[in-house]
Structures are given as structure tokens and as C-alpha cells.
């Protein structure tokens, strides 16, 4: 049976999906803010269900009422109450990508969002849509939206809860906790490990628009040392 309270976030998803297809400067701009509207749509649902859904404690409702107008509120709530779900899932990333969104919504038609970026917060949005409802997002057959970057992302966040489902207890800072874990595996997976983590870095923030070739390389990357865990 289907969670009727995901029915808004599908919806805001698909429309984002529908425009990304198209790919206009216009289509880009829409299917952008329909995205950060579907991530804050899937924050507030998903902290304001109740306890029998939820399985465990929640905000209060106090919380989730001073949190009404504040996006950057719901990630501290988010990350108060469920970090746990948000493994290969950056909040930092996606207070980035809704900054950015305010730049775009305010600017009218003189700005255009690059499609790189644009890719990546829709990978995103849809890792956090899966992660909160454990729900797999399914794209209408009829929309072929994938791409190499989005590839690229999907793999990553998969790595992320493969790494992390497999390491020790944490005593240390997260960089050394995950690079000395792959060291005992193979010590030639360290600096494979560190190209990636500059990689998808740079790809999230729009640092640099990659090649096909780079991600087609990236890709490979993950497969390898995602099979080596």
C-alpha cells in the first residue's frame, strides 16, 4: 500500500523530472525550484509524522512550529532527530543548493541554472525522498532523464551506505575514520578514495563542469572500489 503522505513530494519530483527532459533555460529554472521545493516538502513531512510511523521520537511541536518558515531550521531538526538516514547525504550540500535556489527565484528570467548543478541537486533530492520514506522513487517510463552525472551521484550516495554499513565505531574524524578502514582493505584504494571525495566535491558546488570522459572514469572508480568493500 502506498504512504499517502508522499503523494506532494512525488508530485513536485515528477514535475521536476518533466522539465528536466526538456532542458530549455526556462524548463531548467522551473524544474530547479521544483526540486528545492520537494526537498522542503519531504524535510517537513517527514519530521512531522508521528511516532507509530516514525518508530522512534520526533520534534516537538513547538520545534516544528519555529521551524515553519526556516529552511536552514529543518536541516538542524533533520539532522537532530534522523542523521542516521542521511548517509551519503550532505545538508551543508543542500542549504548550498537552496541559497542558490533564492538566487535564481528572485532574479526573474536573467538568470539560468547550469544543467551540472541542476543534476546534482536532483540526485540529491531524490536520495533524500528514498533515505526519509524508504520509498524507491520510480520515473514514468515515459521520462528518460539520466545522464552520466546523475549516474555518477546515484553510485556515490550506493558507496556511501556500503561504506558505511561496514565500519567500525567511530573515534575519530569522519576523513581518517573512512580512509584508515579502506587502508586495511587495500592501501591502494586511498588515493582512489581521495580523487573522488575532490571529485563529487567540486561537481556539488559547481566548482567545474565535468567531461563526459571524467565522469565515464569516476564511474568506473566507484564500481571499483565499491566491489573491493
Same mark, same amino acid.
Given at each position: &500500500?502506498? +504512504? ?8 513536485? /519530483?515528477? $514535475?521536476?523530472?518533466? $522539465?528536466?527532459?526538456?532542458?530549455? *533555460?526556462?524548463?531548467? @529554472? ?26 522512534? =521520537? ?15 531550521? !529543518?536541516? =538542524?531538526? /533533520?539532522?537532530?532527530? *534522523? ?17 542558490? @535556489?533564492?538566487? /535564481?527565484? $528572485? ?10 548543478? /541542476? ?13 526519509? !520514506? ?5 520515473? *514514468?517510463? +515515459? ?28 573515534? *575519530? ?25 575532490? !571529485?563529487?566535491?567540486?561537481?556539488? $558546488? ?11 572514469? &569516476? ?11
Amino acid at each position: &500500500m502506498e +504512504k499517502p503522505w508522499i503523494d506532494g513530494s512525488k508530485e513536485l /519530483l515528477f $514535475h521536476a523530472t518533466e $522539465h528536466l527532459n526538456n532542458k530549455s *533555460d526556462f524548463d531548467k @529554472r522551473i524544474a530547479f525550484i521544483s526540486i528545492d521545493n520537494a526537498v522542503e516538502l519531504i524535510m517537513k513531512t517527514y519530521l512531522s509524522l508521528p511516532k507509530r510511523i516514525r518508530i522512534k =521520537d520526533g520534534p516537538t511541536r513547538k520545534e516544528l512550529q519555529d521551524a515553519e518558515n526556516s529552511f536552514p531550521t !529543518f536541516l =538542524d531538526l /533533520l539532522e537532530k532527530y *534522523d542523521s542516521e538516514k542521511l548517509t551519503g547525504i550532505s545538508l551543508e550540500d543542500i542549504e548550498w543548493f537552496h541559497r542558490l @535556489r533564492n538566487q /535564481l527565484y $528572485h532574479s526573474g528570467n536573467g538568470m539560468t541554472v547550469e544543467l551540472s548543478k /541542476l543534476e546534482t541537486y536532483y540526485k540529491i533530492a531524490l536520495a533524500l525522498f528514498e533515505s526519509l !520514506f524508504d520509498e524507491k522513487f520510480i520515473i *514514468d517510463k +515515459k521520462l528518460t532523464y539520466t545522464t552520466n552525472l546523475g549516474i555518477f551521484m546515484d553510485k556515490w550516495v550506493k558507496f556511501e551506505n556500503n561504506l558505511r554499513s561496514k565500519l567500525p565505531p567511530k573515534d *575519530d574524524f569522519a576523513y581518517y575514520w573512512k580512509r584508515d578502514f579502506l587502508a586495511k582493505i587495500d592501501s591502494d584504494l586511498i588515493p582512489l578514495f581521495n580523487d573522488l571525495m575532490d !571529485f563529487r566535491n567540486k561537481v556539488v $558546488h559547481g566548482i567545474f563542469e565535468p567531461t563526459e570522459e571524467q565522469l565515464l572514469e &569516476m564511474i568506473k572508480n566507484i564500481d571499483y572500489i565499491n566491489g573491493k568493500l
